[in-house]
């Protein structure tokens, strides 16, 4: 694969190959990650500075507190990354960056270093959709090529997602309430789990019996999605324990068993009616073990499956570096500014 990029200051073309360095910064929530990657696959350095301990007293991310936690840490991810990789900023051969979706605030500090860094060194600015990052996940040590059926599975987002061509990406599947990230969360506090209440929630369902109860799966038409009716099923569910001990580990579990059955459906069904027998899993989600487990047990049945190891589930910048190698719709704006939705 060769892509040519034109610098700021330069038309002279800079070519991207196998053996070009991609450096990436992502700040779109409470993760600053700054990365190195050659040709799209091989991580020379992977840096993430987590903000969790610093949100878990308030229960969810505060955006001007990631902000300012962004701003401390970017220059130091930067170095970090640099030294890890053992390069020069002269050696890098584009410099990427998260430009929406997520908080716009901690955007804006991801994406004002990487144009920063791009202009200091006359390099390429390479700007990159968040989701598609998650997707490129799966890029990183593996010979995965398109096409193929993607379900992206994050706080902010379900999808399925038609992989067509590096340059041909359709959504034909998403939610229309809650995404599974979401409500994980949202059962999460409602039996009384502290944040991030997701991995937790996901922890104790394997102590429980996911046939305990009998939860709604949404009727949607399509490959779309709804969470919403769930969530408060489980909130009626725990209601009806009102003054009795409440068998949690089997809520949970049966609220798990519901959610990871019901994409399961949903993916297997866009695979075959689309002809494809490649299945790329991707978000933050993805390293939940019930929805992990289930997707992985197409292999049984001819398909092959893909999923980031558990340090690239979540957010990381390798991800966008890859992202900038692999996919031709970016933003090579210098200009270009953050967005907040999808």
């Known amino acids: 694969m060769n892509k040519i990029k034109n610098t700021l200051f330069s038309n002279k073309p800079v070519t991207i190959d196998e053996k070009s360095l991609i450096m990436a910064i992502e700040s779109s929530c409470d993760e600053t990650a700054c990365a190195i990657v050659k040709g799209g696959r091989e991580v020379l350095a992977n840096v993430v500075a987590s903000q969790i301990k610093i949100h878990e007293e308030y229960g969810g991310v505060i955006p001007e507190i990631a902000a300012r936690e962004h701003l401390e840490a970017v220059n130091i991810a930067v170095d970090e990354a640099f030294k890890q990789a053992g390069v020069k900023p002269e050696d890098i051969t584009a410099f990427a960056g998260t430009v929406g979706p997520g908080l716009v605030g901690c955007l804006l500090v991801g994406l004002n270093a990487t144009k920063s860094l791009a202009l200091a060194y006359d390099k390429p600015f390479i700007g990159i959709n968040h989701l598609n990052a998650h997707i490129s996940a799966n890029f990183i040590d593996t010979d995965l090529k398109p096409p193929f059926i993607a379900l992206l599975v994050s ?3 379900t999808q399925i997602i038609d992989v067509k061509s590096y340059s041909e990406l359709e959504i034909i599947g998403e939610t229309i309430d809650d995404a599974v990230g979401e409500a994980y969360d949202k059962v999460a506090r409602l039996i009384g789990l502290p944040y991030p209440g997701g991995p937790k929630l996901d922890k104790l369902a394997q102590e429980g019996n996911p046939f305990a109860f009998k939860l709604p799966e949404a009727k949607v038409e399509g490959y779309n999605f709804s969470f919403s009716g769930l969530k408060t099923a489980v909130l009626r569910l725990v209601k009806s324990f009102d003054g009795k001990e409440m068998p949690t580990a ?9 959610v990871s059955s019901t994409l399961l459906k949903k993916v297997k069904r866009a695979t075959d009616e689309r002809g494809y027998k490649q299945v790329v899993l991707a978000g933050g989600v993805a390293a939940n073990s019930e929805i992990r487990k289930k997707i992985f047990n197409l292999k049984n049945e001819g398909y092959e499956v893909y999923a980031p190891i558990m340090k ?20 090579d704006d210098i200009n270009v500014e953050v967005f907040s939705r999808a």
């Open 312 to 331: 690239y589930c979540t957010d990381n910048a390798s991800m966008v570096a890859s992202a900038a190698f692999f996919f031709e719709k970016t933003f």
């Open 250 to 258: 089997d809520i949970c579990a049966s609220f798990q068993e519901c």
């Open 155 to 157: 706080g902010g987002h």
